[in-house]
């Protein structure tokens, strides 16, 4: 194997923000760890441990772009249109080197490029072969978002590389299929691929589509406007090319006694990880993060303690960044610790971390707002009014002026600081699909 210069690795650091101290009888601590990725080199090109590239090389990533052509998607022309140029948009943005496809989505998965169950090594060649092919995109049929995945799933596992990703636009519900089967397409893929998620138009079921992007760790929006698919596609794409490390955990180790109560991404969108541990040995467990380029997210960790007297200290739990390696071992790319210390400083005891406090409260935040609107649907008007009231109330007061704005379309705010508010008489679909879909992204805390 080369070898490569450090300046090539993605360098990767935890740094965990707590209150440590805990009054007598306290039991309960939380800590918010930051997790950085820099300096992996030139941006696309893709690296994985133990696998590294540097500049030059041939990138180590497949992608496959998935393309809703169902017959809702010739209602108005201008979404088969969008669709295409923001694919090709797309296919512009992939590096050279990288293996990628384009499939055609409708209650059957189809090849539009290259075909034969192959995927394309990127060059000016193939990249204007593509082009030529989405021509023949035409809308019709229904829609069965599993079989489009696990075509893209097939595909991307033919090629011998470390990071596989998908993008999926989609204008329509999930119709010709049952729930279980995109469930179990789902759960199939999880963990072999990232995919990003996309609905245009307001005719589709955003639980849907957010859940595709949750459950393969990517990101979900809405696209109201076909015009405004080409931007989006070449943003996802770019983003994608600058992932460099795949398949690393967030690994979570506890001393006896210590039980974990929850873990949760809570930035840059809250996505909750609990339910996804796998066990890594005695009292230790993985949860899945995706891939990385250079970025930071944060994670919010609570543990239960056992009892302890004054004065003592323990701890509670050491958090690592690893990925695995061919033999079946796991590299530590960073760690970070969290502590708790039993004290009758009252003072100390009863602090909240800034951090803490914050996204305890970003975490509420995308809580009540899908509340808020699931009221507002029952017809309950003085549950989507109070729900959504403590939505602009949490907003105001984090700074998350995005999601306030989205609020403000929905309701008619009378007090921010207070959560007073009215619901809008009229709500565009649009907007409301919109506050939904970004529910969960936070802001960071005010520095």
């Known amino acids: 194997m080369a070898n490569f210069s ?36 030139t941006v696309g090109s893709a690296v994985s441990a133990p696998h590294l590239y540097s500049a030059g090389q041939t990138p180590d990533a497949a992608v496959a772009i998935m393309v809703d052509c169902s017959g809702s998607m010739d209602y108005p022309p201008t979404k088969m249109r969008g669709a295409r140029d923001a694919t090709s948009a797309a296919i512009d943005a992939v590096r050279d080197g990288v293996h990628f496809a384009v499939i055609g989505g409708t209650h059957v998965a189809k090849e539009v490029y290259p075909g034969d169950g192959r995927l394309a090594v990127a060059d000016a060649r193939t990249r204007g072969e593509a082009k030529q092919a989405l021509r023949k995109l035409s809308a019709g049929g229904g829609t069965a978002i599993g079989t489009w995945l696990r075509l893209a799933d097939r595909l991307l596992a033919s090629a011998d590389v470390s990071i ?31 995919c990003d998620a996309r609905g245009v138009g307001t005719d589709w079921e955003v639980k849907e589509v957010t859940g595709i992007a949750s459950a393969l760790l990517g990101t979900a929006d809405i696209v109201a406007d076909p015009s405004g698919l080409s931007a989006d596609f070449t943003q996802m794409m770019e983003a994608a090319m600058g992932k460099e490390v795949a398949d690393v955990s967030l690994r979570l180790w506890t001393p006896v006694g210590v039980e974990i109560k929850f873990v949760k991404q809570v930035a840059p969108t809250v996505e909750e990880l609990t339910d996804r541990r796998t066990e890594a040995g005695p009292r230790a467990g993985d949860y899945p993060t995706g891939s990385w380029g250079d970025e930071s997210r944060d994670y919010h960790i609570c543990v239960e303690v056992p009892n302890a007297e004054l004065g003592q200290e323990m701890l509670a739990a050491r958090v690592s960044l690893i990925v695995p390696q061919p033999d079946g071992s796991a590299q530590t790319l960073s760690q970070g610790l969290v502590r708790a210390v039993w004290t009758d400083d009252m003072a100390a005891s009863t602090s909240i971390n800034p951090q803490v406090a914050h996204y305890t409260g970003q975490a509420e935040l995308a809580q009540v707002i899908q509340q808020g609107l699931d009221a507002r649907k029952s017809g309950d008007v003085d549950g989507a009014t109070a729900k959504l009231g403590r939505a602009v109330q949490l907003a105001s007061a984090s700074g998350n002026t995005d999601t306030a704005k989205l609020l403000s379309k929905v309701v008619d705010v009378v007090d921010a600081v207070a959560g007073t508010v009215r619901l809008k008489a009229r709500v565009a679909e649009a907007d409301e699909m919109t506050l939904e879909t970004r529910s969960t992204k936070t802001v960071r805390v005010k520095k």
């Open 6 to 41: 450090k300046s090539n690795v993605p360098q990767f650091s935890v740094d965990v923000y707590q209150n440590e101290y805990l009054p007598e009888g306290g039991r309960e601590v939380n800590a918010i760890a930051t997790v950085t990725s820099t300096g992996g080199g």
């Open 164 to 194: 596989r990703h998908g993008i999926l636009l989609t204008d329509g519900r999930n119709e010709h299929e049952s729930p279980g089967d995109l469930k179990a397409a789902l759960d199939s893929c999880a963990g072999r691929f990232t």
